[in-house]
């Protein structure tokens, strides 16, 4: 399974990227917006930050706008992943980026119908929302699993990209149903290697270890 960063802040991205386990980044336009830097720039600087998909999201809401708003996001970097949103306009702009190999994130889907749409659109990625739809009593895993075993059925080759990540149950959860992406919050990513039986398992080997005067 692939960890994106789901983030638009340079040091934080630059931070986790050095481990060399982040395989993309996703941003939208709230996290854009709060990053204090102009789009493009930002964008650019992701895209150097890590080598895999950076999605960087259009704006427009009218399919000519959005097509317009992706060919110059995709001349950014070779690795810009156009975000659209799961809107009719939001389709139809997919199916022309895609016809031209650009890469497409359809972003803010809440229902298998709306996936199976993407995916015929030519979407590389579909992202569900998970956490949103447990925001509202449903449980946005059982889109994930609806999806993964849809796409599955009809070998389609979409990635399954689960998003609106909230915490480590999350990824657990995503990685048992065959999600090909996880894109996780900074916060999140921290919490998947935090674990106290490590942390108290480490004391005890290196207390014993001190006690032994051995030397490696
Ligand atoms: O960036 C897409 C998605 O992961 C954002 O989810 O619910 O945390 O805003 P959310």
């Known amino acids: 399974m692939m960890i994106f960063l789901d983030s638009a802040d340079i040091k934080e991205i630059e931070e986790l990227a050095t481990t060399g386990l982040i395989d993309g980044v996703t941003t939208?336009?709230?996290?854009?917006?709060?990053?204090?830097?102009?789009?493009?720039?930002?964008?650019?600087?992701?895209?150097?930050?890590?080598?895999?998909?950076?999605?960087?999201?259009?704006?427009?809401?009218?399919?000519?706008?959005?097509?317009?708003q992706g060919r110059k996001l995709a001349k950014i970097a070779s690795n810009v992943t156009v975000k659209v949103p799961l809107t009719f306009e939001g389709l139809k702009a997919c199916k022309v980026l895609a016809s031209e190999d650009i890469l497409v994130n359809v972003t803010l889907c809440f229902s298998l119908n709306q996936a199976i749409l993407a995916a015929k659109a030519g979407?590389?990625?579909?992202?569900?929302?998970?956490?949103?739809?447990?925001?509202?009593g449903a449980d946005g895993m059982n889109l994930i699993e609806d999806i993964v075993n849809t796409y599955e059925k009809y070998e389609i080759d979409t990635l399954v990209l689960a998003a609106s990540i909230r915490h480590s149950q999350h990824v657990y959860e995503a990685a048992r149903l065959g999600a090909d992406v996880v894109t996780i919050p900074g916060k999140v990513f921290r919490q998947l290697y935090n674990h106290p039986l490590t942390d108290s398992g480490l004391a005890a080997f290196m207390k014993d270890w001190q006690k032994s005067g051995l030397k490696i």
Do not use: H, W, Y
């Open 123 to 136: 979407a590389t990625f579909i992202s569900p929302f998970v956490g949103r739809l447990d925001d509202c």
């Open 28 to 68: 939208n336009p709230s996290l854009a917006a709060a990053s204090g830097m102009s789009f493009s720039e930002l964008i650019t600087q992701i895209t150097k930050l890590v080598t895999g998909p950076v999605s960087a999201e259009v704006t427009a809401l009218d399919a000519p706008t959005m097509i317009a």
